[in-house]
């Protein structure tokens, strides 16, 4: 396989103007065509291995775009789903229902026990009710291999109740948040609070708004962040 | 394109270049073999044509005429310096990936010729390894080969050079590796080798396979021996005067304002002068080393010692004054008169003790000298056995040349061909820490990373910009014509951060620091790692026509640093 100056400077995460000044001097091997250099990949493999010199192709490193990008959470909630009406009366069985009642996601049993029990860890140290009857349990370490891209699952509970939240208000919506990365989780959760630092938004979740109506709020919620300054 | 141009792209070598290297040093020890033949031939023929003049009362003219012709010529016509030339491929191999001018390949052989040739005391061995270096770094030039393999080619030159004019093939390569290129590595030393032999085989073809001072065998006792150590420290102590006075006195001539060919005719005259009553001084000196090694050199001590003293100021004077020439052959010959000297000094003291004849000191203090003034041992070690054409006197000859160039070490850190370098920081050997710093551009370092920012930006502007960032500096550019003004600092920026009421209330130009230390993008990164040093920074802006183009840190710099040395030292 034929390389080029920038693809080899690219692998070796250096400036082509170091890689052109080794071919000068020739420290590194290549080959010249008609004016044009290259070089080849088995032989810049030995080569680099030989100086031990780091060298990893563009295409071999993991594609940043293959990697969910955090992006915006109303894709996030989509993909999450919306569940009305679960049972509970304190954080704890609220929680277990809303586990239960996940269906859009394809967790395995054991993946079901162990997330219950990460959220219950997360509540055990702080509680994630927000205020204004908003909570937002996680667990506090990403599930791995649970979730490829971030997810919002939406509950709306049949009746508030009480979830030890700062303002001591009972809670009646839960938005579990379920990221691959703490980066993505943390990324997520800033929007999340963004939409909901908003009364009126808060108000508008009381009326326990159809799937659509709420994601197209969330989606002007994002348009406004999104836009420069 | 023209094929033939481009060996390297040929099928034969596309893979390997060793071989290509091989093969291209055959045709450099072949021309350099014939630069060396050259030289040697103009000047016997020279010294036979002077000759008959020599015992006329103008005869101290001719060293003058000479020195001048050949200071006219190099500054005239070739537009060279003057002096050996050796510092100068050392020094082209180290910075420059052996690039030496077509013109040196001839320039030196034809002043040295004069100055030796009229009788000035130098010797015609520098001459001939610039010329040889010259061709190789031309040979590589024509064929388009890249630094590495143009200096291997360099290092060709020489060894074929000196091969050929000593007919002493290890001593060529041997003299290449340890003073020329500074480094032992298998990929240059075949190729040097077979330059070496090829040089020496074409001087034996031309002037036949004479060993330069044969001699008969000698009988080494153990007293013997343990005399070597005196000579050796006679030996550096006379290399050590005879370094100091070359460069004593290039100095003080450097300071006189007189045309240069003027100043070498003065020297030169000096140097007829002498040459009046001592007439063994002048010249390259060969006849009378021979002398010196078969015991045919009858004078007393008083008269050897003045011969010696003598030949180091006439050295001095063709040297230093302008004359063109090389250090080697009267190195060689104060060498062979300090042993003289030293034996007969030895039979005064201590008649009854039967000491080895005078030749075989005269060749261990030719050694001593070689090995002390070069400080290089090996080249004095094998250049001895290998023009006297024996290996009887290895033992003595190993520790008088190393004992020598250890105590030269101890007074003089540098050897003569590398002073001027050590002192205008321009050794670069291979591997070594000034080398890799030197080959290192700025360009390759510069982080450009930084957001620009402008002095009039109000804070509350600058909190998306930092949210943005990487990086805690911002440059801070004029916003009509871009120039650098300074710098914002996050460190600056901290305590506004989180008061809101002073979004709008604040500018950058307030918070900027104007006091920048900065450094362009075509400084030495020594240079800018000795400031950085000095102000204890970890970075700093670079600065071009008063525009910022990027910022250097140590941190990319030690990556890249620890990269580059790995790349020019094979790790495994």
Known sequence: MKLSIQQVADALDLPVETVERWVRQGRIPFQRQQDEIHFRLGVLERWAVQHKLPFHLTSERPDPKEICQPGSIHEALQRGGFYYDIEGSDTESVLQSAVR???????????????????????????????????????????????PCPTICTFFLKHAAPYQAIDDKPVFILFLLLSPST??????????????????????????????????????????????? | MKLWRYPANWHLFRYDDRLLLICMAVVVGICAGLAAIALNRALVSVLGLLHHYRHLWWAFIMPAAGAALSSLFLEKIVNEGAGHGVPEVIYSVSRYGGLIRLRSSF?????????IGSGGSAGPEAPVVMSGSAIGSNIARLFNLNDRQRVTLVGCGTAGAIGAIFNAPIAGMVFTMEVILGEWSAVNIIPIAIAAVTGTKVSRLLQGNNIAFSHREFQIALGDIAACVGLAICCAAVSIILTRSLRGMSRRVAVLRLPLWLKAAMGGAIVGLIGIGLPDVLGEGYHTIQHAITGDFRAGLLVATTVLAMKIVATAFTLGWGGSGGIFAPSLFIGSFVGL???????????????VEEGCFALL???????????APLTGIFLIVEITGGYDVIVPLTIVAAVSSTACQYVEPASFYLKDLVDKGQLLRPGTDARVLADIRMGELLETDCIPVSPGMRLGEFIPILERSHRNLFPVEDGKNGRFLGIVHLDDVRPYLFKTPLYDAVVLGQLMQTQVETVGPDDDLIDVLDKMDALKKFSLPVVANQRFVGMISKATLLDRYRRELMVQTRTT
């Open chain 1, 101 to 147: 009642r996940l269906r859009d996601l394809e967790l395995s049993t054991q993946n079901r026990t162990l997330l219950l029990a990460r959220l219950l860890e997360r509540e055990a140290m702080a509680s994630t009710g927000v205020g204004k009857g908003v909570a937002i349990p996680h667990p506090r370490i990403p599930l791995e291999k649970a979730v």
């Open chain 2, 341 to 355: 000297a030293y034996q007969r000094a030895l039979t005064h003291l201590w008649p009854t003790v039967g000491w």
């Open chain 2, 107 to 115: 320039s030196r052989l034809i002043s040295s010729c004069l100055t």
């Open chain 1, 183 to 229: 980066s993505a989780h943390l990324h997520c959760l800033s929007r999340l609070a963004f939409c909901v630092r908003d009364d009126a938004f808060v108000s508008f979740l009381r009326s326990r708004p159809a799937p659509e109506t709420l994601l197209a709020r969330v989606a002007a919620f994002e348009e406004q962040l999104d836009a420069p300054n």
């Open chain 2, 365 to 375: 203090g030719m050694a001593g000298i070689i090995s002390g003034i070069l400080q």
